[in-house]
């Protein structure tokens, strides 16, 4: 039998706060936020996290008990001597694949801290792209499980068994999936209550309408022969609202033509 320890997995921000008769050391089970937003993280990487997400107003947030990231290190589960996590493709080819049973351990270890009905979302080219869509449907749930993957990529046994969700950030590749879940992680976590200190920014931004947002200026009036127009400082606001509509209408026909077209099939139906 191995005498090793395996290192506990890191958890950031503040803990909820539970009286017990029992000495703190003999207490079982992980400590955990009250009614938090619960994010896991399956990663080669835990280092790395929070990362930015530490910071500003994710930071704040997290250090203030309004979500909960637990990060999951793949290597502690991993085969042998060296923990090894990945083996070659069978069938041949190049790379490395993330083994069925090395992942499946990480799974479950993160499952049983997460947060009830989380969604398993494996970070991964070839899945359904990111959109703001997505960003508020995972906003409203209790959380989310993230894998993050390496190589070139996961044994499909364990997409198939665990029912993971394929999620990619675009039509690109990268080195692994840790920056693509920190991108996700902030794109719902702004849209939860109490995140962003104006709760409007979120309604009113690019994507939240079906367009892109309408251009912004603020101070000085005048910069490099350049000035705000004049309706944005004639304070009349239905005028306002006008503009700022048909700049949105305008931009987004002419920069995502994909957009305009969902934006206007959605207007052209009935109760819409």
């Not at 955990?32 to 619960?38: K, T």
């Not at 993160?110 to 080219?125: C, H, T, V």
């Not at 200190?197 to 603020?218: D, I, R």
Request: net charge neutral; with cysteine; glycine share 12%.
């Amino acid at each position: 039998m191995s005498n090793q320890t395996t290192p506990p997995d890191r958890s950031h921000g503040r803990k909820s706060v539970t009286l017990s008769a029992a000495p703190r050391d003999l207490m079982s089970g992980p400590q955990r936020l009250a009614r938090a937003w619960r994010v896991q993280v399956i990663t080669l990487m835990p280092q790395a996290f929070p990362g930015i997400l530490g910071e500003s107003l994710t930071g704040r947030a997290l250090q203030d008990g309004l979500w909960e990231l637990e990060t999951h290190d793949l290597r502690e589960h991993g085969i042998g001597k060296h923990r090894n996590v990945d083996d070659t493709p069978a069938g041949g080819g190049a790379g490395m694949v993330l083994r069925a049973d090395v992942m499946g351990a990480a799974i479950e270890a993160a499952q049983a801290s997460a947060a009830p009905g989380s969604p398993l979302i494996y970070l991964s080219p070839r899945g359904r792209r990111f959109d703001q869509q997505m960003a508020r449907d995972l906003a409203a749930g209790p959380g989310m499980t993230l894998i993050c993957g390496r190589f070139e990529g996961l044994d499909e046994r364990v997409i198939a068994h665990y029912g993971a969700i394929e999620v990619s950030l675009g039509d690109f590749v990268l080195t692994g999936g840790d920056i693509a879940a920190q991108a996700m992680i902030d794109a719902a976590l702004r849209l939860r209550p109490g995140i962003l200190g104006n709760e409007a920014s979120a309604v009113e931004e690019s994507h939240s309408s079906g367009l892109l947002e309408h251009p912004q200026y603020t101070r000085p009036a005048e910069w490099q022969g350049r000035v705000i127009p004049d309706v944005l400082t004639s304070g009349n606001h239905g005028a306002i609202a006008k503009w700022r509509q048909a700049e949105a209408e305008r931009i987004t026909q002419e920069r995502r033509p994909d957009m305009w077209q969902r934006y206007e099939a959605a207007r052209k139906r009935p109760g819409e």
